[in-house]
């Protein structure tokens, strides 16, 4: 488990982690929020690598000698060395750390390089790959050996939609005995695959929980209305909070989210996690459009 309290810290007279609390336990634990919000910092305050201005982080029922496995948000590597040679020396180190018995090291990587699709770049140095193929690296780097703390800062940028569902389907495997932490402004690397989600607004967490507990106690509501035409659906998007809105067989499909029935036409449907974030974060997400 590991433990904050009281957790401040800012840079000047900004503050980017405001006197925040939390309890992050095994499992996968996603940490949503837009760019800048402090996703990055707290990561970063968990490994050490920042200290906090007040407050303590404790990491409790592990061994002295833990290993955390870590992607940064900007994963560059060693770029001169090759896929094989950064992993052997990324498995080597940790071998040091935990004495693991050099034999299992091949065993492992070659494991790596065959879950995160990276046969046939084993020779290929990391200065010569794609964005997408470094960040496999990168992820295949942070998993080795299976650390009991994995730190994955939005693991998914870079990756193709198949990538994407592979890398869950094998985080959710880790996740049995791993302490998962991820952060993303991609709700959907979260929406039914975390135990615990972790919301950030303005240096706060302004939500966490269950997934199905947030969003049964989340006061606002879904609704889908269908306009006729492009004019009345942008009518509706004027006046109201609308999450998503496409064409369709009716004519256009909206997604209302309010305090109470926004028409009398309007079906109330189930919340969704990406509704939440678009309440909280609707400007950030104009912007990235």
Not at 10 to 25: A, P, S
Not at 98 to 104: A, E, G, N, Q
Not at 175 to 189: A, F, K, M, N, P
């Amino acid at each position: 488990m590991i433990t904050g309290k009281n957790i401040k810290i800012k840079y000047g007279d900004r503050v980017i982690l405001d006197d925040i609390d939390f309890e992050i336990n095994k499992g996968i634990n996603g940490f949503l929020g837009a760019n800048g919000v402090g996703k990055t910092t707290l990561f970063k305050l968990i490994i050490g690598e920042l200290k906090p201005f007040s407050g303590e982080i404790k990491i409790v029922g592990a061994d002295r000698d833990i290993i955390i496995g870590y992607l940064p948000q900007n994963f560059k590597g060693y770029p001169e060395m090759s896929v094989k040679e950064f992993l052997y020396y990324i498995a080597e180190l940790k071998m040091e750390l935990k004495k693991i018995k050099k034999s299992v090291i091949k065993k492992e990587v070659e494991d790596k390089i065959e879950i995160f699709s990276l046969n046939g770049l084993e020779k290929v140095k990391l200065k010569k790959l794609s964005g997408g193929q470094l960040r496999r690296v990168g992820l295949a780097q942070a998993t080795l050996f299976d650390p009991y703390i994995i730190i994955l800062d939005e693991p998914t940028t870079g990756l193709d939609p198949k990538e994407r569902v592979k890398f869950r389907r094998y985080l959710t495997s880790l996740s049995e005995h791993s302490i998962v932490l991820l952060s993303t402004h991609i709700v959907s690397d979260l929406q039914d695959s975390s135990n615990k989600i972790f919301i950030l607004k303005d240096g706060k967490i302004i939500i966490q929980g269950e997934e199905n507990d947030i969003l049964d106690k989340y006061p606002m509501k879904a609704y889908k209305y269908y306009a006729k035409d492009i004019n009345s659906a942008e009518d509706i998007d004027s006046k109201f909070l609308v999450s998503n809105m496409h064409k369709c067989d009716a004519g256009y499909e909206l997604r209302i989210i309010s305090n109470n029935k926004p028409l009398d036409d309007a079906v109330e449907d189930r919340l969704k996690l990406e509704d939440i974030y678009y309440v909280n974060f609707s400007e950030d997400v104009e912007n990235e459009i």
